[in-house]
């Protein structure tokens, strides 16, 4: 046990190095690489986290695991990643970065390989739950490294280079694992075990170029702190050992504010909507609407390629037009979120108009998103327990995207409609589902989720 | 060997064992060339409505009937059988011969409330000769329209 936390621990000081030019090359080599190999690292990693969403509906076809299962073995990795998220947030602040990221996302190719393998219900619900406990090390590994490497004054900027490691991962995914799976000519037709097969070598790959080239703290290479390199007083790396025992009683703080509960719920039924479009819009464009697998996950990719603009233009205009108050903004973006699904859902059928659509529907939940769970948090809180408070949102979310895969899939089970044709021992079946009272349930969330952010309209942002 | 040729032989190996076994070339790459053999198929068309009436049009070539009598066809249990919460009324059936082919059109009503887990069709057991069925099956929310082969595990999409 003590060999593990040794190798995972933050490594030692190294002898302080006296020449401030070589310093400054090493800091900004380091920096430059540090960037780059998280934006890549997490970018690919993320790719073990979506790869069951492109093959469910495979999976469904081939009679191997029903809607409901699929919903519940989803819900695990949500639950997994909450729990992981939370929970490594606290270790990451203690770790070496580089060791504890790499693990973390080769754990992660690990068990995906093992979900080709599981056509047991309750075995790829534990390995896809343990999948989202090892994606939990990847983001508070990403933050600290970032907060170790980039002074408060330029984390911004270099968070939002960060961010588009997402979009990176679910291009990666809803284009690249959906041209393995997708039939010829759009696709290579290969068998839906690609779908895990080919994340799990991308997240190897992955977990050594980030044991290999990301850095741990600057001290560990005998360079001053970030705070002290950039005479940004406030660039306060790492909490020290007192900071860490108090951690716990500053997260009971924020259980006390009312507001953050309301924002909780918002967050929560906005993640609703967001993870039901992502893990289960392909499987209803193909079902319901006869696109094929590619372009029903290039539809998909198009509402999240969308969401680096949302992000950006939300902080934007809360900002600049609203003087930083994010419920006018939250109004509105709730608004752009809204209206396009019923487009999507309800809309005429042309396909021009659902691309525009998602492409709308993915900027504003995008902004909604970046306030739900997280500015508007931050505002409200007191600004020493933000870091907690985006925990306690984030354990409501994840609760909520989870509870919502598992509710989908057996909404969508029970409208089940199996038509079986007998041949000798073959029985070729072609599965039926209706999707309308899953819609009700996913749109009918956005709504309650814009109404709780709209019910904080006075809630005014604490400057401390 | 060095150790991460090792290693890569070994998950190659892994990789090679675990694939699953492919369905056969003819039942991949059908869908390429179905268009040519359209006329000498069955096809099945079954519509579903909100109001639990479940139409079924069947049209058979006679080649593919081969010294099976026609009246078997009047029997919608020899074609197919509804899984259904409550009973079905018996279905009505209307049987139409020609020289080239029999049409068999077949109406159930289960009602509106009534929900349809499973619709089995038999038509494989019943025609020893039939080899394919081009099916198109609507239900209130969608439609897929599919082949199904007596080759084939799984049903062929993508025809047009």
Redesign the interface.
């Known amino acids: 046990m003590n060999s593990i936390l040794k190798f995972f621990a933050a490594g030692t000081d190294a002898p302080r190095i006296a020449d401030p030019a070589e310093v400054d090359r090493l800091y900004h080599y380091h920096r430059r690489k540090v960037i780059f190999i998280l934006t890549l690292g997490y970018g690919l990693g993320y790719v073990c986290r979506l790869a069951f969403n492109v093959v469910k509906k495979p999976i469904m076809d081939a009679g191997i695991f029903t809607p409901e299962e699929v919903g519940f073995i989803g819900s695990m990795l949500l639950y997994g990643y909450a729990a992981g998220k939370f929970g490594n947030g606290f270790l990451a602040d203690y770790a070496n970065v580089k060791r504890f990221f790499a693990v973390g996302i080769l754990m992660s190719a690990l068990l995906n390989f093992g979900m080709s393998l599981s056509t047991v219900v309750g075995v790829s619900a534990l390995l896809w739950a343990l999948n989202g406990w090892f994606q939990g090390f990847g983001a508070p590994s990403s933050v600290v490294a970032l907060s170790s490497w980039f002074s408060s004054h330029e984390r911004g900027r270099y968070y939002g280079i960060w961010s588009t490691a997402h979009s990176i991962g679910e291009g990666l995914t809803y284009l690249g694992i959906a041209f393995l799976i997708a039939v010829p000519p759009k696709g290579l037709g290969l068998p839906w075990q690609w779908g895990f097969w080919t994340p799990a070598a991308v997240c190897v790959v992955a977990a050594f170029l980030l044991y290999r080239y990301l850095q741990d703290r600057p001290q560990t290479l005998g360079l001053p702190s970030i705070a002290e390199w950039s005479k940004d007083g406030s660039a306060n790396a790492r909490p020290d050992a007192h900071d860490a025992s108090r951690i716990w009683k500053d997260q009971l703080k924020v259980l006390a504010i009312p507001s953050m509960w309301v924002i909780a719920l918002a967050s929560s039924t906005m993640y609703i909507t967001r993870y039901a479009i992502n893990s289960w819009g392909n499987v209803y464009l193909q079902e319901i609407r006869g696109f094929d697998l590619f372009d029903a996950n290039l539809f998909i990719f198009l509402n999240t390629a969308a969401g680096i603009l949302g992000c950006v233009a939300f902080g934007y205009l809360s900002d600049k037009m609203f003087d930083a108050r994010r419920p006018p903004a939250n109004l509105i973006f709730a608004l752009l979120e809204l209206v396009p699904l019923f487009i999507i859902f309800y809309g005429p059928t042309n396909s021009v108009v659902l691309a525009i659509a998602l492409v709308v529907y993915g900027f504003g939940l995008s902004g909604i998103l970046a306030s739900l769970g997280g500015l508007f948090a931050i505002d409200i809180a007191p600004k020493r327990v933000a870091g907690a408070a985006m925990g306690f949102i984030g354990i409501f979310s994840y609760i909520g995207a989870g509870t919502q895969d598992y509710i989908s899939g057996k909404l969508i089970y029970d409208s089940e409609i199996r038509v079986v044709f007998s041949i000798g021992e073959n029985s070729p079946t072609v599965y039926f589902y209706d999707y309308t009272i899953p819609i009700i349930f996913w749109v009918g969330a956005s709504v309650i989720s814009m109404l709780l952010a709209a019910s904080l309209w006075r809630v005014k942002a604490r400057d401390q | 060997m060095t150790n991460s040729k090792m290693l890569m032989s070994l998950l190659c190996f892994a990789?090679a064992a675990?694939?699953?076994e492919?369905a056969p070339e003819f039942c991949?790459n059908h869908?390429l060339f179905h268009d040519e053999h359209l006329d000498s198929l069955a096809s099945l068309n079954?519509t579903?409505t909100e109001e639990g009436i479940i139409r079924s049009e069947l049209s058979i070539p006679r080649s593919v009937m081969a010294g099976v009598p026609s009246v078997l066809l009047e029997e919608s249990r020899n074609v197919y059988l509804l899984q259904t919460e409550n009973e079905c009324a018996k279905p009505s059936v209307i049987l139409i011969e020609t020289d080239n082919s029999v049409t068999a059109s077949y109406e159930s009503n289960c009602g509106a409330d009534n929900k349809?887990?499973?619709?089995?069709?038999?038509?494989?057991?019943t025609l020893p000769s039939l080899n394919e069925?081009e099916?198109t099956?609507t239900?209130?929310?969608?439609?897929?329209h599919?082949a199904?082969n007596?080759q084939?595990?799984?049903?062929i999409?993508?025809l047009d």
């Not at chain 2, 084939?152 to 049903?155: H, L, Q, T």
């Open positions: 990789l675990c694939a699953p492919q991949r869908a079954v579903m349809i887990g499973q619709l089995d069709i038999l038509l494989f057991e069925v099916v099956v239900t209130p929310v969608t439609q897929k599919f199904i007596r084939c595990d799984r049903a999409f993508r």
